[in-house]
């Protein structure tokens, strides 16, 4: 059975998240979408895990699937800010946690509370080394999953610029063995990945961290599966091992908040080569300029550009649909013609199939001949963008 899903989710709970982020928002635009299983995102949140145990249902006993009543299936989850000294440098470190149970959810939010506060943020801050994280979740359970979140992202990740580390040992220790899969983040993909030999070990999986739940938002990036069954042991087992990975939906790395360097308040945007000849500094302020993702993988990079490990599935880049619409149409995403257009074509199934599998002839039929060159244009890597930089979106650039 192949699904898609997308682990990396919030709730409305969680600071900068849309106050509409519930279950019901999200099951209406993961049908739309595509996605049949969804991470419910900030299980800690006493009034989130309340409204979970409330309105979920397991599929069946022990399976670690839960389910609404209308049947959108939804596995425990949460992100943690982890934030810390180690080496005499400030470390902040986001990592993704999975459970299997909300008994286990229950010990996990009883362990974070001998550590500071869980009912101010979804994504609740803690002063935890990560190898200690690590390793006290799995005193809880072995059956937790920790996946470090969008690991090239600046301010708050593994390998970000501004506190991560160079070596994902370094942030682990010893615990680095219970770490096995590493999440890309929208400003790098796979590829960007596979460049580093340090990660050869890692499976690489791909999530939305959506704040909120429009289509172009919720499964902008999302990890594809082959299980015999949709339960939590198989879900994890994939994670682990790589069987049953069947590959990642991505968007292009330029379309991430932070690709590239740059200054966003005065508009400057830069490669690695053209930010090292300024010395990483703001041409026309003198600041320093925030290091983006890219620069970061060509710092830590072993291997040339193009380079791919034995034995890795693939993945497929696509814009989201509406950001596809709104270019062709020169509107704004969430405008109404945009919205009108984007469910004329779920007429031939979902957005996904949209993107992916339906023929240039069928959507030419109901979107007309533009929308149609646009997706296949997407389907074929064609797209070209304005890069993002400094939490600045990046945006596609053609004509058709």
């Not at 709104?326 to 957005?351: C, D």
Request: aromatic fraction near 8%; include cysteine.
């Amino acid at each position: 059975m192949e699904i898609i899903a997308d682990l990396h989710m919030h709730s409305r709970n969680s600071r900068g998240c849309s106050k509409d982020l519930d279950l019901e928002h999200t099951e209406k635009y993961a049908k739309l979408k595509g996605i049949h299983l969804l991470g419910t995102g900030d299980f800690t949140h006493p009034a989130w895990n309340a409204e979970l145990k409330k309105k979920l249902t397991e599929t069946s006993a022990g399976s670690g699937i839960f389910q609404t009543a209308t049947k959108q299936q939804y596995l425990l989850q949460t992100e943690i800010s982890l934030v810390y000294t180690q080496d005499g440098r400030g470390r902040r470190v986001h990592q993704i946690v999975l459970a299997p149970s909300f008994e286990v959810v229950d010990q996990i939010v009883e362990y974070l509370k001998r550590h500071g506060r869980v009912d101010y943020d979804g994504r609740p801050i803690f002063k935890i080394p990560s190898d200690n994280f690590v390793y006290e979740l799995h005193k809880i359970s072995h059956d937790i999953e920790v996946i470090p979140a969008h690991i090239w992202t600046p301010w708050f990740a593994l390998f970000g610029s501004k506190s991560g580390f160079n070596s994902i040992k370094d942030c682990f220790g010893d615990q680095v063995k219970h770490v096995h899969a590493l999440e890309t983040g929208m400003s790098s993909d796979p590829a960007m990945n596979w460049r580093l030999s340090q990660l050869d070990q890692f499976n690489i999986v791909s999530f939305s961290d959506a704040h909120s739940y429009w289509p172009w938002r919720i499964g902008r990036e999302a990890t594809i599966f082959e299980v015999k069954q949709v339960t939590y042991k198989n879900i994890v087992a994939a994670l682990r091992t790589a069987q049953g990975l069947k590959g990642t939906i991505e968007v292009d790395p330029e379309y991430g908040k932070y690709h590239e360097d740059g200054h966003r308040a005065c508009g400057v945007c830069m490669t690695p080569q053209e930010s090292l000849a300024n010395k990483n500094l703001c041409p026309k302020c003198k600041r320093p300029l925030t290091i983006g993702v890219h620069h970061r993988v060509e710092e830590l990079a072993d291997r040339p550009v193009g380079f791919k490990p034995k034995n890795r599935p693939p993945f497929t880049t696509v814009l989201p649909l509406a950001e596809i619409i709104a270019h062709v149409e020169n509107k704004g995403v969430g405008t109404k013609s945009v919205s009108a257009q984007y469910y004329r074509l779920l007429q031939l199934g979902s957005e996904f199939d949209v993107l992916l599998r339906v023929t240039p002839q069928d959507i030419a039929r109901i979107g007309g001949d533009r929308i149609a060159a646009a997706i296949l244009k997407s389907r074929e890597g064609a797209i070209k963008m304005s890069p993002g930089y400094d939490g600045e979106y990046g945006h596609p650039v053609f004509d058709v």
